[in-house]
């Protein structure tokens, strides 16, 4: 879709800084392992008949993967990765569902796979804007409960609920107001029934948790929900598995026939790249690096003589509040 539908200007943008930072606490570790199990158990009640992932699988149909531009990968990729980061830990702070946060940074992929990002990702503002635009989003479709939108503040700027709202309305042009995603949660059941002998809720939630473990590095619009569900079982009941033996495994699921089997080792892969990372972090001691923590970033705009809007950006430090 050409950009130019759905032109809106960044000066419309543009946040206001507060001398309040979003103080995002860590919850107690055994507090949030339960809720998050809790979460896993109500992604996983979806029906999982095979008239019911036919359809789902009808729906994927026309998915179509990203072909990022090679020149500007590793900068695009660089504010991906904050965004999902700051996703998770608001996901985390609020009590969102896994599948919400999961939605969100399927909008940010996709908003990625549609748009020119060259205006946006060397500002760090503009792509934390678009971060809070993509989960507000999917709090509405995917929560009961719908925090207001002024309750989505950041760690280093504080956005104005019109704001919000204009790229919440960009990020809805750009994907053509289809917000209705499938997700490899509703596979998850149908897959672990069909592809080990003895499907259990232990199985899906290690599946969940390697599928969340890869997110950061992961983007969701490479594979099917389909390709990465089947990855994720797979990758929960056996890390030694060849291209061959997963490709063996795929051709007695009648479901799994339409799926590509190199897509699926390669997700595969991936998904047991990023545990063992994990894993050798936890051997080592290494915790994950302090997000928590922001510079404070002043946003101030001036209009050019050509009516174009330059940014000036000033870094200063800021100590957490505690």
Known sequence: ????????SLSTLICKEDETCFDVQEADEEEGEEEEEENAKVVLCEEDSDEYIEMLLNRESCFRSATPDAASGNSVNSARSDAVRWILRTKAFFGFSMKTAYVAVIYLDQFFMHRTTDSIKDKSWAIRLLSVACLSLAVK????????????????????????????????????????????????GHFA??????????????????????????????????????????????????????????????????????HV??????????????????????????????????????????????????????????
């Open 141 to 188: 479709m995917e929560e009961r409960k719908v925090p207001a939108l002024s309750e989505f503040q950041t760690e280093d700027y504080r956005f104005d609920t019109e704001a919000i709202q204009r790229m919440e309305l960009l990020v809805l042009g750009t994907l053509e107001w289809r917000m209705s995603m499938v997700t490899p949660f509703s596979y998850l």
């Open 265 to 322: 080792f390669s997700c595969y892969s991936l998904l047991i790249q990023e545990a063992q990372k994990e894993k050798l972090k936890t051997s080592k001691g290494l915790a994950p690096p302090d997000h928590s923590v922001a510079d404070g970033l002043s946003v101030n705009s001036s209009v050019d003589t050509d009516g174009t809007i330059s940014f000036v950006v000033a870094s200063s430090k800021r100590r957490r509040l505690q």
């Open 193 to 262: 029934s069909k592809l080990q002998r003895h499907a259990s809720e232990g199985v899906m939630w290690k599946a969940i948790k390697l599928v969340f473990a890869s997110i950061e590095v992961m983007n969701l619009v490479d594979y099917r929900a389909s390709v990465i569900a089947a990855a994720a079982v797979l990758a929960a009941s056996d890390e030694g598995l060849t291209q061959k033996s997963v490709k063996s495994k795929m051709s007695t699921v009648s479901s799994c026939r339409s799926l590509d089997t190199d």
């Open 1 to 8: 879709m050409a950009d130019s539908g759905y032109m809106v």
